[in-house]
């Protein structure tokens, strides 16, 4: 069964740090996705990693991932308040199976 | 520019009241999911459906039921409602050229 562990569950930062969210899955797979939940808001798609190595980057996020040791990071650099919201990482084996989604890290960026 | 439109956006149930949540996606995708989000847990699949007449359970699938009702149609019933089926539904399609999914906005719903 795949599961989809993501930590930490709550960060608070202050404007301008750098941090990175880690996400792990337990079994094979080179597909992870990272979404974006403002709160009482749907998500919205961040990242499409499909390959050992990946990386993507947007703005302040860069995401990455390693699939021999099935971990994805999602790190921020110079946070603004804007980046406050629920981030989640989702992992599938193929195409044609569902999304299985890691908790959600809650990031609150404060002055 | 409609994407995956969910009705309705909220709803009060009695308990032991029945349902239907509408889901409708205009991208011709084949693949749709229903997922509820309840605080702490994360996103927990329904059900989903690959393609046009076929449904599968996810990870949470009893006390409801799901009808595909055509490429555009996924919705989710809810027979006989308990309090702990409140929770936030979200419909969900799929690109599966972009490998990118879609959310709808979300139907909040209580049971009381």
């Known amino acids: 069964e795949l599961k989809v562990e993501q930590n930490p569950l709550f960060l608070s930062m202050q404007e301008g740090k750098n941090y990175t969210i880690y996400c792990n899955y337990s079994?094979?797979?080179?597909?992870l996705y990272w979404y974006r939940q403002d709160p009482g808001k749907s998500l919205e798609s961040l990242f499409v990693?499909?390959?050992?190595?990946a990386v993507k980057q947007e703005g302040r996020l860069m995401a990455s991932l390693d699939t021999k040791a099935r971990l994805s990071t999602l790190h921020i650099t110079a946070a603004v308040h804007d980046l406050s919201a629920t981030y989640f990482c989702a992992v599938d084996k193929s195409g044609n199976t569902p999304l299985v989604f890691g908790k959600g890290t809650r990031l609150s960026v404060i002055a | 520019n409609a994407g995956v439109t969910q009705t309705p956006k909220f709803q009060v149930l009695k308990t032991g009241q029945s349902m239907t949540l509408q889901c409708a996606q205009d991208m011709n995708h084949n693949s749709m999911y229903w997922y509820r989000q309840d605080p702490g847990m994360g996103l927990r699949l329904i059900y989903y459906s690959a393609s046009e007449g076929t449904t599968d359970k996810g990870e949470v699938p009893n006390g409801y039921n799901v009808s595909r009702l055509n490429k555009r149609e996924f919705s989710l019933r809810l027979e006989s409602a308990a309090p702990s089926q409140t929770s936030v539904y979200f419909c969900?399609?799929?690109?599966?050229?972009?490998?990118?999914?879609?959310f709808g906005a979300g139907t909040r719903l209580s049971v009381l």
């Open positions: 969900a399609s799929r690109d599966s050229n972009k490998n990118i999914q879609y």
């Open positions: 990693l499909l390959s050992n190595g």
């Open positions: 079994t094979t797979s080179d597909r």
